[in-house]
């Protein structure tokens, strides 16, 4: 499943499938991303990161993919599972400043 | 061994008093900070510190006043507290100052105001 962050969408995906969260971001001299996972009742915990010079990076499970031509960040949930239930930030960074935004709410059905 | 950790972790108060929430990383982080996230889940930066010296103000009303002892510290007063404070309050740190660093989240403070 798909959805566009920036005003707390929701997004439900069976569990097993992949699940793709995305984000677009404010200013393009922003060099450096981080994506986010909040769950319920705690704060957000780093998942992934990527630097402006790339347009791809990959982790355990995760691909955080980065277009600059359109300003827009995904991350890429594979198999995704119970435990990845939670609320998904991306964050964007310039000079000492960096935003986050409004987030993503990715409920996995069992 | 806890990362970020802050105090209290609820705070229910009245309109008008004056309260305090507290912060501590034991990461030996330079940099910390101070978020406020509202109901809609918006999460905004407040306050940065680096090594004890602030580095981001943001637009907040100076009724919010950091303080940070020392580098592993940084609190947050809060004077006349006002409705709209109600919020969880998320302190962070950094081992840089915010550029190309990731943050470590502490649990939350959330505040209510009455």
């Known amino acids: 499943g798909e959805s566009v962050g920036l005003h707390l969408p929701t997004l439900s995906v069976q569990e097993g499938d992949n699940s793709i969260i995305n984000c677009a971001y404010s200013?393009?001299?922003?060099?450096?991303f981080i994506w986010y996972k909040q769950e319920s009742g705690k704060g957000p915990q780093f998942i992934i990161d990527i630097r402006s010079n790339m347009d791809k990076r990959q982790g355990q499970r995760v691909t955080v993919l980065l277009n600059k031509t359109v300003k827009h960040l995904s991350l890429q949930i594979a198999a995704t599972q119970p435990g990845d239930s939670a609320v998904y930030f991306c964050?964007?960074?310039?000079?000492?400043?960096?935003?986050f935004g409004t987030g993503t709410s990715l409920t996995v059905i069992p | 061994d806890t990362a970020v950790s802050q105090t209290p972790k609820y705070l229910v108060t009245q309109m008008g008093n004056d309260k305090s929430i507290k912060c501590e990383q034991n990461?030996?982080?330079?940099?910390m900070y101070w978020y406020k996230q509202d109901s809609k889940k918006f999460l905004k930066i407040m306050f940065s510190y680096n090594n004890k010296e602030l580095i981001i103000n943001e637009t907040v009303p100076n009724r919010f006043s950091p303080k940070s002892p020392d580098k592993a510290h940084l609190n947050l007063h809060i004077n006349s507290l006002e409705l709209g404070d109600s919020a969880v309050y998320f302190c962070?740190?950094?081992?840089?100052?915010?550029?190309?660093?990731?943050?470590?989240f502490g649990p939350g403070t959330r505040l209510t105001v009455t």
């Open positions: 990461l030996g982080h330079d940099t």
């Open positions: 964050a964007e960074t310039y000079g000492n400043q960096f935003y």
């Open positions: 200013n393009s001299a922003s060099d450096y």
């Open positions: 962070a740190s950094s081992p840089f100052s915010g550029r190309t660093s990731e943050q470590y």
